[in-house]
């Protein structure tokens, strides 16, 4: 429990000098425009880099099998259990 209080803070406080410097870089330097634009280029780069990844996803990703196929898997091997408790049980019967 003290270790995630330890991070929380360190995150926060890592955020608000973040937020300093780069409201010090933004306002109160010459470099404010090519930081501005790097920003951009950041965050336009993230957002279309995640798309990308999702559209990689969902182009490689096979196809689920049909909902039919599916169910007939279940029967047989519903029907495979039943046999076995079946045999089971006669086993048992002679046992005795």
């Known amino acids: 429990m003290y270790r995630d209080k330890a ?19 933004v306002f109160l330097t010459e470099y404010s425009i090519v930081v501005l634009e790097a920003t951009a280029f950041l965050a336009v780069a993230a957002v279309f880099g995640i798309l990308g990844w999702v559209g990689y996803a969902l182009a490689t990703t096979p196809p689920p099998k049909p909902i039919e196929e599916i169910e007939k898997e279940v029967e047989q091997a519903l029907k495979e259990i039943e046999r076995q408790m079946q045999e089971q049980d006669k086993g048992q019967a002679q046992q005795q």
């Open 7 to 25: 991070v929380g803070i360190a995150l926060l406080v890592l955020s608000v000098l973040v937020i300093v410097a780069y409201a010090w870089l």
